[in-house]
């Protein structure tokens, strides 16, 4: 009994550690996540073009480079509602400099330079504040405990939906 515990246990960790497309280097966070789809590299800068996601928006070497707009956490969501989420996660927006990758079948999304949009509720609105400032310790080098409890799983989930479109298929490799 003890060591099929001890098996679940890995195996849970194990999944829950793959699903984190969170990295932090040099004192910055960002998101890569990469998808495979049957789209043309075409149908894709036109998806993302047209999708009313992004400010600035441009394709420059195969890739596109954009900045998103706020995007809220939605509150309704039973997947960020089962979590419990803390105040600051859903009481503000997100927004940042998004890169897509562009290959035959799959597209990476690199998502870096990520900010915390107030709208007024914990955060007087419209003030950006960097995500590092939250959810990174002081010295730059790990992740503070209380983002790799909630806050990580619930803004891998959202980051997910937002660059998702159709019926692809979350992939590791690029």
Request: charged fraction near 30%; hydrophobic fraction near 35%; aromatic fraction near 10%.
């Amino acid at each position: 009994m003890k060591y099929l515990l001890i098996v679940l246990t890995l195996i849970l960790t194990t999944n829950l550690c793959a699903q984190n497309h969170f990295s932090l280097q040099e004192g910055k966070v960002s998101w890569v996540k990469v998808y495979e789809t049957d789209k043309s590299k075409e149908e894709i800068i036109a998806h993302f073009k047209s999708c009313g996601l992004f400010k600035l928006f441009r394709v420059e070497d195969g890739k596109i480079i954009a900045t998103l707009r706020p995007q809220p956490i939605d509150k309704d969501d039973l997947e960020v509602v089962g979590t419990l989420p803390p105040p600051l996660v859903i009481k503000t927006n997100f927004a940042g400099t998004v890169i897509i990758g562009l290959k035959d079948g799959k597209y990476r999304v690199t998502y870096k330079d990520i900010l915390l949009v107030g709208n007024g509720e914990m955060i007087k609105k419209g003030e950006k504040q960097k995500f590092e400032k939250h959810f990174v310790t002081k010295d730059g080098n790990s992740f503070r405990i209380s983002f790799n409890k909630k806050p990580k799983t619930i803004y891998n989930l959202r980051f997910n939906q937002v660059f998702l479109f159709g019926d692809e298929k979350p992939k590791d490799d690029w």
